[in-house]
């Protein structure tokens, strides 16, 4: 069994459409985090989930919506999106704070927003 | 000057080679820097962790640079399946959970 488990895996849909996006963490760990990956570009840090609070929002649009129901699942629910957001989206969890602890990354869902 | 800016490659290597690519940062504070691997169309997967002057694993070096703030990787010998995007990694100043990721450089290994 993977670590963390993201689903789906592809994703296509239009800019009125609502969806989510799930990820489970096995292992345990305390912090789960969204990030966004577009081609060429560095990761960027969406939002970040310790012990179920969030605690950290990077300036994302409204129309990204966390959910983080107990501390092995994450969601992103999507609503009105543009076609500027298709991108990967990872999920990642990690035992403790980062700077001293490695993320372990899903294998992402790529979306396409139409 | 970006936060953390990398060499974006390709890299065209031949098997057996040494490679070596660096990055470098703008925050002098950091403590602890990252070396993550990411195959194509896949997650990134942390290869080393570098706390102090530098780490070694094997036929990967990692060394540190603070004074020109700086880390670079090292691959010796190397093989078909190093082909990957490197991504370099730097803690933000100030937060506790963001990461500062640079855009990778990309390498390919030909046999």
């Known amino acids: 069994e993977t670590g963390v488990t993201q689903t789906p895996r592809h994703l296509v849909m239009g800019m009125t459409n609502k969806k989510s996006l799930k990820c489970e963490q096995h292992l345990g760990h305390n912090a789960m985090y969204w990030y966004k990956q577009s081609a060429k570009k560095p990761l960027e840090l969406m939002f970040v989930?310790?012990?179920?609070?969030?605690?950290e929002n990077n300036s994302v649009p409204s129309r990204f919506s966390p959910e983080c129901p107990n501390s092995s699942h994450l969601f992103l629910h999507l609503h009105t999106l543009q076609p500027e957001d298709s991108a990967l989206y990872l999920c990642?969890?990690?035992?403790?704070?980062?700077?001293?602890?490695?993320?372990?990354f899903g294998e992402g869902s790529r979306l396409t927003v139409l | 000057r970006k936060e953390v800016e990398q060499d974006p490659g390709p890299f065209n290597v031949p098997e057996g080679a040494t490679v070596a690519f660096n990055c470098t940062y703008s925050?002098?504070?950091?403590?602890?820097f990252f070396w993550y691997r990411q195959d194509c169309r896949k997650e990134p997967k942390l290869l080393m962790s570098?706390?102090?002057?530098?780490n070694e694993d094997g036929r990967f070096t990692a060394q540190l640079n603070r004074a020109s703030q700086y880390i670079s990787l090292l691959i010796r010998d190397s093989k078909l399946s190093d082909s990957a995007t490197y991504l370099c990694?730097?803690?933000?100043?100030?937060?506790?959970?963001?990461?500062?990721w640079g855009a990778g450089t990309k390498l390919i290994i030909k046999p």
């Open positions: 925050n002098s504070a950091s403590q602890s």
């Open positions: 570098v706390y102090s002057s530098g």
């Open positions: 990642a969890s990690s035992q403790q704070n980062r700077v001293t602890g490695e993320l372990f």
């Open positions: 989930y310790s012990l179920e609070e969030r605690v």
């Open positions: 990694v730097v803690p933000a100043e100030g937060s506790n959970y963001q990461l500062i």
